[in-house]
């Protein structure tokens, strides 16, 4: 007999939010959850670079790496979604403030890891116990620790959300490392604030022990979140520590991808990343449809049971849900694209843009939402490149907010002297003094740009 981990996860965008930041992964030698932080800065992209990455040290168990070594690697993973997020935001500057938090379980069979920094949480029930695993990295958590405040107070204090670290690409952060043992009949949850901070404790503990298996509890734990008003993206996993023969583990070794990480458009905005496989993928692909499914839950084979097929019967039948299936999929192929922005050229000016670019037509299948008074010409080489490549925004108002960088970004290539990138200066020459000599423009001087805060809204 050897211990194993039976797993589910889900998540939900919540009833607020717009699109999910949040990530999940669960798989048979790691357990990561990661909440994005930055809004239009690219907070989904933050959260599935960082389970990426940690997703990666899902090894095989023959490797059985010690605890030194484990703890060691999971240190090194922080230091390479760290990396990786500085990465992007030079590529991509319209992401720069992004972060994550990221709290990541690593299975040693009798023993597990723990690396967590922000605000996420691993908990562990045992005999009907629930405790807490980490530690918030939040100023209000300070307070709490100094005797300012209560915990209840805690839990409802204005600042709540600000954290004192984060995974942000920006500034270097060291992971709270530990090692745990385990036994058969424990119980670990791993959650985004979006569950913990809407769902208390004593509530955590009830839900978690009424339901026997993980993909019962995930369930549960998400649908009481949304109760509450989820204000917030919500995400859980949850895996039971079992003692199962040798035979019977394979079962238990299909891996779970949860939230943004599972988003075809944010895999296609990564194409640095490695992302884990996902044993259950989204249907019709990972969201084809590139939106965030209101709820991805998914379990392993061990967690789950299949209702069987029920068709229907007669040609006839067929053609009118073949027909239905069509005029369905064209009125929701045709409102989704309009729900779709992006910032591209138009008559040589910086434009916005509702629908998508693909398709036919010299704009595809969109219309022009507005139009700047920034010549794409103006722009630097690199941000150039990019609007006439198409970029991608989440609604309107993150398009605009896109056209208000770049707008910045040509006024800049007017100063003198010229910033590296621009285009040459088209500004006319000065003309000569009475005298017949010529002055020398006073170059504008520099503003170094603010430095960013340690600390940021979760």
Not at 201 to 215: A, C, G, K, M, Q
Not at 280 to 286: A, R, S, Y
Request: hydrophobic share 40%; charged share 20%.
């Amino acid at each position: 007999m050897v211990l194993n981990l039976r797993y589910a996860a889900r998540s939900d965008v919540g009833l607020v939010r717009s699109g999910n930041e949040d990530s999940g992964y669960a798989g048979s030698r790691m357990l990561v959850v990661a909440d994005g932080m930055g809004g239009h800065a690219a907070g989904e992209l933050a959260s599935a670079t960082a389970v990426a990455t940690f997703a990666a040290l899902d090894v095989d168990e023959e490797l059985r790496p010690g605890d030194d070594e484990i703890l060691g690697l999971l240190a090194a993973a922080s230091d390479e979604a760290h990396e990786a997020l500085a990465h992007v935001a030079s590529t991509s500057p319209e992401s720069r403030g992004m972060g994550t938090t990221v709290t990541a379980l690593a299975w040693l069979n009798d023993r597990v890891a723990v690396a967590h920094i922000g605000d996420s949480r691993a908990y562990l029930l045992r005999d009907g116990a629930l405790s807490q695993l980490t530690r918030d990295h939040t100023f209000v958590q300070t307070l709490v620790e100094a005797g300012r405040i209560t915990p209840a107070e805690a839990a409802t204090h204005e600042r709540r959300n600000l954290l004192m670290k984060a995974l942000d690409g920006v500034h270097e952060v060291e992971c709270d490392l530990s090692i745990r043992e385990v036994r058969a009949g424990d119980r670990f949850l791993l959650s985004s604030d979006g569950l913990h901070g809407v769902v208390s404790e004593d509530r955590l503990t009830e839900i978690l022990t009424e339901n026997s298996d993980p993909t019962g509890a995930v369930t549960s734990l998400v649908e009481e979140s949304l109760r509450l008003g989820a204000p917030d993206n919500v995400t859980a996993l949850v895996a039971d520590v079992v003692d199962l023969p040798v035979v019977d583990a394979t079962i238990l070794h299909s891996p779970i991808v949860v939230g943004a990480a599972a988003e075809r458009r944010n895999r296609l905005r990564l194409p640095g990343v490695d992302f884990p496989s996902d044993a259950q993928p989204l249907p019709g692909g990972e969201d084809s449809a590139g939106e965030t499914p209101t709820s991805a839950e998914r379990a392993t084979p061990a967690a789950v049971a299949t209702e069987p097929t029920r068709r229907l019967g007669g040609p006839t039948a067929m053609l009118l849900i073949a027909a239905l299936v069509l005029v369905l999929l064209t009125a929701g192929g045709w409102w989704w694209t309009r729900s779709q922005y992006f910032v591209g050229a138009y008559n040589g000016k910086v434009a916005v843009f509702q629908g998508i670019p693909q398709g036919p037509g010299e704009h595809g299948l969109a219309t022009v939402e507005s139009v700047s008074e920034t010549p794409v010409a103006d722009l630097p080489e690199f941000e150039r490149n990019q609007v006439e490549a198409n970029i991608s925004a989440d609604s309107v108002d993150d398009a605009l907010r896109v056209v208000a960088t770049l707008s910045t970004a040509a006024e800049d290539c007017r100063k003198v002297p010229t910033p590296a990138g621009c285009p040459p200066s088209t500004a006319p020459a000065p003309a000569p003094s009475p005298s017949g000599s010529t002055t020398a423009p006073t170059p504008t001087p520099s503003v170094a740009a603010p430095s960013p805060t340690p600390v940021a809204a979760a």
